[in-house]
């Protein structure tokens, strides 16, 4: 009999197929003693468990690329942690095994990075995910992961950790649904970089039983169990014709009456250029340029490094916009020669652009970098900063750019409320505004983006975020200057209409998204977006602003 269960969609498309379950955690080890003799031995193997762990987790990401690739490179300096380390170290001192000294010390880190506030709790998947293959190495088991099946099949998981989301075979994972997350969670990302249809924070997931066929609708976060022919049907008929309307659409962003809408992509690296251009993205919207830093969280790049790969993203877009954002280090991006590692609530401490001020030399290097980068190319370079909270921090930025000599417009992201509520006086200092939605929702609601418990709180239909949008746009209107979206939320097609209705100068999202944004920007007008935003920001919930966008799109 046919049942509907409801999650949160994060990555469009549909997938029908039979349930998988992700292969089960391993096991605890036996807490058994080893004669002091054995301790040498014993610390060997745990290290040459983590290094072998830690160089598997970087072949992956240099498997992957992109964004993939920087996830998995911080999951594995996670694994070498020097602390961690000592740890276990200690632990097989006193008697434990290689394998319970390596459970018992991840456990320890576990309780600390899950008591320490939300936005640190949103690790403790990457960190199990870490301790499952240490562990499974060291007793000669198989590694924890996705199952082997030579028919294709629905995934089922507590949750990804990005290690298995970032290899995940598109022509066997027909989509995957997940008990925990939340749409801007790692794994939601890379879903939607892989163009995998996906349905996070379902709760019960895991009770679907294997071989059950299923039918996930990445679009609406429904879930339909056992679906009926007539069902099954309708869903596919519904695929063919969004696939034949991707098609059919090409060309630059703009709604059916030609109201252009740039439609950028997001990008981590050169590894994301290839799929950004193949999507015929207008120029890159956001190039989160930590990724570079986090090949060594002991310190920076070389500025020859940090040349070579700005420049080959620069290039691929010839007479296009690329809009750089300098280091965002902290929080959940830390590194150890840059940010404290004794803050209370590093989400709210110094990170971004507060850490870079910090360390003006290494803010001075990365602009002198960015400006070598670009001689001689035809591109349009932005140069944005990350966590901007007044108009002092802009200013300081602005300040910075033009000291180091950068021929580039001056930006700064909106991600805090105070951003966006003093937009026009941040405005003059700078040229241009970004709104990184994940984050701003993160700060307006108090809700951790990793944890799938808030997740209500993290979705960008809430109006309250679409009343800072609307700020901060016609804030810029009122200046004559451009504010762009590069959060996820501009990845959804219908929330995509109404950020243009409410002023919004251009969307950037990860390439997988563009065609669907295009498309269905192309079918209305812009008085129709700006009636639907009109509409979604008269709602109380997020759910009743996308039912209300959607009536008025669609004609209701």
Known sequence: METTLRGVGVSHGVAIGEVRHMGTAVLEPPAKQIPADEAEREQGRARQAVEAVAADLIARGNLAGGEAQAVLEAQALMAQDPELMADVDRRIAVGSTAERAVYDAFAAYRALLAGAGEYLAGRVADLDDVRNRIVARLLGVPMPGVPDSDEPYVLIARDLAPADTALLDPTLVLGFVTEEGGPTSHSAILARALGVPAVVALPGAGELV??????????????????????RAEMERAAAERKAALAASSGPGATSDGHKVPLLANVGGPGDVAAAVGAGAEGVGLFRTEFLFLDDS???????????????????????RVV???????????????????????????????????????????????????????????????????????????????????????????EIP????????????????????????????????????????????????LDLVALSAEAAKAEGKSCGVCGEAASDPLLACVLTGLGVTSLSMGAASIPYVRATLSKHTLAQCERAAAAARAADTAEDARAAAQAVLSGE
């Not at 294997?210 to 069902?231: L, Q, R």
């Not at 002991?298 to 296009?320: C, D, H, I, M, N």
């Not at 799938?452 to 709180?457: I, W």
Request: aromatic share 6%.
């Open 210 to 231: 294997e071989g059950t066929v299923i039918a996930v609708d990445g679009s609406t976060g429904e879930i339909f169990v056992e679906p009926s022919a007539e069902k």
């Open 298 to 320: 002991k310190k920076a790049p070389s500025v020859e490094k940090q040349v070579e790969a700005y420049r080959t993203v620069l290039a691929a877009f010839p007479e296009g």
């Open 324 to 414: 750089v954002r300098v280091l965002d280090a902290g929080a959940d991006k830390p590194l150890e020669f840059l940010t404290p590692a004794d803050e209370p609530n590093p989400a709210l401490g110094v990170r971004g652009l507060r850490t870079l001020l910090d360390h003006p030399d290494v803010l001075r290097t990365q602009l002198a970098a960015l400006a070598t980068a670009a001689e001689g190319l035809p591109v349009y370079l932005e140069v944005m900063a990350p966590m901007v909270a007044d108009r002092t921090d802009a200013k300081a930025f602005a300040d910075a750019c033009r000291e180091a000599g950068l021929r580039a417009k001056f930006g700064a992201m909106v």
């Open 418 to 465: 105070s951003a966006a509520l003093r937009a026009r006086s941040i405005l003059q200092e700078v040229e241009f505004l970004s709104l990184g939605t994940n984050d701003l929702a993160q700060y307006t609601f108090a809700a951790d983006r990793q944890v799938g418990a808030v997740s209500r709180l993290q979705d960008p239909w809430q109006p309250a975020l």
